[in-house]
């Protein structure tokens, strides 16, 4: 039997690398949808705050995906394609740093005097 055989998920397997990968993943969605709301919404509008909090909100999940992506990326056996959420982790990682920069951006733009 083969390495590459060893280190597989099987198919209706739910091991903590999916677990993982896909909560970060989700987390990292929810970063980016905040943060374009927090970007695209004005600020002004009578009924809604001010921003900074969604913005903020969007950082720390956006953080949070990064951090859990990279490690299911670190500790991931096999390679793509294995089933133990490596390409999960990719995915969370990507979205997790676009949900902090766009969270960055709303954070500073919500700060910024008017």
Avoid: K
């Amino acid at each position: 039997m083969s390495a590459h055989r060893l280190f597989a998920a099987g198919v209706t397997e739910f091991g903590l690398g999916r677990l993982g990968a896909t909560t970060g993943g989700l987390l990292g969605l929810a970063a980016v949808i905040v943060a374009v709301l927090a970007v695209t919404r004005p600020a002004g509008r009578p009924g809604t705050a001010n921003g900074s909090l969604g913005a903020a909100a969007a950082v720390v999940a956006g953080l949070v995906a990064t951090v859990l992506g990279g490690l299911v990326a670190a500790t991931a056996d096999g390679g793509l394609g294995t089933g133990n959420g490596l390409g999960g982790a990719y995915v969370a990682l990507l979205l997790g740093l676009a949900g902090t920069a766009l969270g960055g951006r709303a954070l500073i733009h919500s700060r910024r005097p008017r």
